[in-house]
């Protein structure tokens, strides 16, 4: 069954978003991304794209001349978007990795972060959270923290865990995992927003353990991805 994770807060600051389960499609096609913007109503000239590689590099469209160099520039090389105008959005890919939305309570930007545990350990949720402050010094953040492989499953080596925190490993039966999601909680909350605005999914959204809804490279080595998208809304 076709579903959108999403957070309701998000229409009453001024834009759709949300990650799309895999009944979807695969969204690393392009035919079927096509398909899924129609499916959703949403113009898809308007929906920026961007090459992920892990990065902490964040692309923002807050002004005309920014998107005028966006439009210019034939590759993006980035994880994570910025956005400030009105009938613009921008979409990610994950398959395992954290799709991080970010916004101010007046909607006047939105940020969708593509956060892989090496853009995390770069603290890419903590850089796009302080970016937006910066645009936006008094503004109180939201956050909702889209599907994503979870502690339960995301087991790595000592070579990767000693990149983490403490309070963000959970060793069991010899074996080391990693709470991706404490970690950005605590890189967001280092920016001073309100852990009580940080939501998450109430379904089971670990990526890797629900193989009906989401797709997962760790669960099954295949490249196909799931989307998450923001649109914000001329009101």
Not at 67 to 77: M, R, T, V
Request: with cysteine; hydrophobic share 40%.
């Amino acid at each position: 069954m076709k579903r959108i994770y999403d957070d309701e807060r998000m229409l009453a600051a001024g834009f759709i978003g949300g990650t799309l389960s895999k009944d979807f499609g695969n969204a690393r096609d392009a035919e079927t991304t096509k398909k899924i913007f129609k499916e959703l109503h949403l113009p898809a000239d308007k929906i920026l794209g961007l090459k992920q590689e892990h990065t902490d590099t964040i692309i923002s469209i807050t002004t005309e001349e920014e998107l005028a160099a966006y439009k210019e520039q034939k590759e993006h090389i980035a994880d994570a978007w910025l956005i400030g105008l009105n009938n613009i959005g921008a979409m990610i890919l994950t398959a395992d990795c954290v799709p991080l939305f970010l916004w101010d309570e007046e909607g006047k930007y939105v940020g969708l972060a593509h956060c892989g545990w090496r853009g995390i350990v770069k603290k890419l949720p903590q850089k796009l959270a302080h970016l937006m402050k910066e645009k936006n010094k008094e503004a109180k953040l939201f956050a909702y923290i889209g599907p994503h492989i979870e502690k339960c499953c995301f087991e790595v080596k000592e070579d990767v865990a000693s990149q983490f925190s403490q309070q963000c490993l959970i060793k069991k039966d010899g074996k080391i995992f990693v709470d991706l999601t404490k970690e950005i909680v605590l890189q967001l909350m280092a920016e001073g927003v309100d852990p009580l605005k940080i939501k998450r999914g109430c379904h089971c959204t670990c990526t890797c353990c629900n193989e009906q809804d989401f797709f997962s490279f760790r669960r099954t080595k295949q490249k196909d991805s799931l989307m998450s998208f923001i649109y914000k809304i001329d009101r």
